[in-house]
């Protein structure tokens, strides 16, 4: 946990969107700048999947956070202008209440026994936090990846519940490409004997599942154009010993950046929140997505989606566009033309930045928040 | 082995790519059609990773092959007018030896023993079999996925080998991509325990593994979009028993898909083709593609690539249509809106007939086979 992660404690119960019930729960958060005196400047950052509420440093935690050139003093998410909150999902295991939490009922942690968890439940956590830090409607709501989700999710139960909307790279729902993705991904890693129907420990954990489960989600995450130039077919440097072992560089790049994850997440909370990507669909119970989102008041969003993501690809950027705009939500919708894939939005900035200094700027200027 | 089989047996030693040494071996394939007097009218099929030489049905055998629309009487490749061949790829498990044949020195499967295949092996020994069918030119060349990449190393190695070559989704190497796929699949058979170092029985066989690889074969072998617009958000329509289990329509399909291929093919036989093709780079030891397509001989070429493939991606499919091109062969290069992705060839007919229909009446008429 970073040393500038907050905690909020509920003492009353949470009931799931599945019906599961936690009697009280935790959410893991960290704040950068500050809170104006009417409270209008609050930026609100819903995470992907894997990462923690540590965004960026500051001066509680100097260590980088995971969009570190996004988020500080003069960047794009400027934190002398707002000020910017970021939670860490319910369910997962950086802080915030997750499979891997303990069960007080128990003294261990909760592993199956924790609720079916849906994007749903975490984007009403994270509303908990918001009312809780006193801001009755977010100036922006920031969302990339499975943190879309969660936002679109927050807006519809919400309506009122941010004034300018930025996603990036997400979906209104999950397709059954991706959806092919995570059940493989999940199966690797309950496949994995250690595993045990969640009975893992530090001594046996499921390091295999893990590893291949993470090794999957790479080649989801950036794009074959990519690599043809990162890699091309330049071989490894050492000789591979094992039977059909590696031979080119693209597998040992793989094999590592999957090492680097093997005990860095939980594996119970990696399967919940995967499960929970595949069960989302913004627009379940209405006839269409622009229904789905009818009652949403924003001001403004920007839709940022990436031309090579192959995990949520670009049509599912413009059909939540689409939506917005059908509502007449005065939308900007691009579509950009960076190599890095869905993990575009953590490692090109050279594509991102100008869009989001743009919108951030315009949010500025049209909500007066110079004063 | 269907009854249509034919066994070439070579009492020879054959020197592999490698180095390795199989003192005799034999090659399963089935024909077609009549070879005419100036044996001027002989199609070669060379296939993909997993199929045997049946590619059609014939009276001898009148089961359906594996590519039954494209091959046969008033069929595009029409065998009224071509005495079509197909060849089961060395290493392989339908005839032709590979690392699931008896080892005649030890009266058991060679498994490992098999020496480290290569894709120009493949080439080396199709070419044996056609020199045995009393054939010095093939009239055309035909070679989808990796077949493709056994047609250019045939091509390569034998420049005069055919007049004519029909490609379809194939590579002139492996990109990073394919080969971090079929890395992965590797991986996640012998990974299963059952492998045993290639020292499975029937009892004790890598099941587990050969699904894994297979399911995440087939997320490399259609298109999202396809899967969005056949299975989009439909739930199974039993509930899942297992924890994490499978709840979407496309996961079983991904499930009852595998589990058909399991024990169709030799785990060992998968292992040494998948590996063959990221060794593949037809272009090696040449300063570029071009140049090492350089003293090809082709009357004409047709390539043709499908915009939805990912793993053999249709700027590859430019690749090979361009460096032909630039040797001065009569090319031509479509590029297939098919939805089917690399199975497309398999599946699309609609799509494709048309132009093997179009590129083998020209092959007919320029070749002047009508007599």
Redesign the interface.
Known sequence: MSSATQFLHINKPFTFKKGGVLTSFTLAYETWGKLNADHSNAVLILTGLSPSAHVASSKADPSPGWWEPMVGHGSPIDTDRFFVISVNSLGSCKGSSGPASENPQTGKPYR?NFPELCVEDIAATAQILVEHLGIKQLCTMVGPSMGGMSALSYLQHNPTGARHFLTISSAP?????????R??Q???L??DPAWN??NYDEEHWPE?GMR?AR??G??SYR??EE??I????REQDYFPT???G??????SY?EAAARRFIHSFDPCSY?YLS?AM??F?VADGYSDLPTALAGIQLKSACVLGVETD?LF?VQQQKAIANALSDNGVDTCFTNLESLMGHDAFLVDYDHFNPHIVAYFNRVWDEDGLAG
């Open positions: 199956l729902h999950s397709e059954p490409f991706s959806i092919a993705i059940s493989l999940r199966e690797l309950v496949s129907e969640g295999n291949m090794k999957m790479m080649l794009s074959a690599w043809s990162r890699f091309g077919r094992e039977i059909f590696m031979n080119y560089e693209v597998e793989l399967l499960r595949d069960w669909n192959i690809p």
